[in-house]
């Protein structure tokens, strides 16, 4: 059974700039959540998305979004890149069966210049 | 609003030692509590899974206690071995969604 899989794995991008990153979670699995990792805030929740609807959301501002397919597949967003954008962005499902264990993805990568 | 905390940051140990990681939450009413284990560069590994019903659970050389109570669970890694070395994090669930709140983690070193 694959994994989580996360696209693109690392990117590079200039302040200004917007990116989407790719989130195809575990077969079956209809939630797909979203986290930032950075050195200075740890691991910090995004959001989640539950049958395309997002369920809950964290404290970060209306320029990190996101979005689920009818497929689960989830993407995020984000606009107007800052240079703190920069972080490692982690994707996690889970689903019935799992006991609400989360699995996460490799994570992609972003550096903004 | 729950906070987790993970005490040491860092941990030393020689190979074969026994060890215990330590996660601490401020809101005993919790839904599940995980630990997972992140290589450098890369994602999230699940190590246990425990409920709030349970008390511990075990995998291998690894054990995970929970204390709701007193807003603690530990992390027991037996045996240790060099390809343990990995940062740990404990994870809490609060409620019904699948939002996590992480400790900032124990960077673990098994030396050979």
């Known amino acids: 059974k694959a994994g989580v899989t996360q696209t693109p794995r690392y990117l590079i991008k200039t302040r200004g700039q917007q990116v989407t990153l790719s989130c195809s979670p575990i077969?079956?699995?209809?939630?797909v959540s979203w986290y930032q990792q950075t050195p200075g805030q740890g691991l910090q929740f995004l959001f989640e998305?539950?049958?395309?609807?997002?369920?809950n959301k964290g404290n970060f501002p209306g320029r990190f979004s996101g979005r689920q397919f009818s497929n689960s597949r989830s993407e995020m967003n984000v606009s107007t890149l800052e240079l703190g954008d920069s972080a490692l962005y982690l994707c996690?499902?889970?689903?019935?069966?799992?006991?609400?264990?989360?699995?996460f993805g490799e994570g992609s990568r972003l550096t903004v210049l | 609003k729950q906070e987790v905390t993970q005490i040491p940051a860092a941990l030393s140990v020689p190979e074969g030692e026994n060890l215990v990681l330590n996660c601490s939450f401020t809101?005993?009413?919790?839904?599940?509590l995980q630990w997972f284990r992140q290589d450098p560069g890369k994602g999230l590994t699940s190590l246990l899974l425990?409920?709030?019903?349970?008390r511990e659970q075990t995998s291998g050389r690894l054990n995970a206690s929970l204390d709701k109570s007193s807003g603690r669970s530990t992390l027991y890694i037996a045996a240790s071995q060099p390809g343990d070395s990995a940062t740990y994090l404990c994870?809490?669930?609060?409620?019904?969604?699948?939002?996590?709140?992480f400790g900032g983690g124990t960077r673990l070193m098994v030396k050979p």
């Open positions: 996690a499902s889970t689903g019935q069966g799992t006991a609400g264990e989360l699995f």
């Open positions: 077969s079956g699995h209809r939630s």
């Open positions: 998305y539950f049958s395309e609807t997002q369920r």
């Open positions: 809101d005993s009413a919790i839904y599940n």
């Open positions: 425990i409920q709030s019903s349970q």
């Open positions: 994870a809490v669930r609060s409620n019904a969604g699948n939002m996590l709140t």
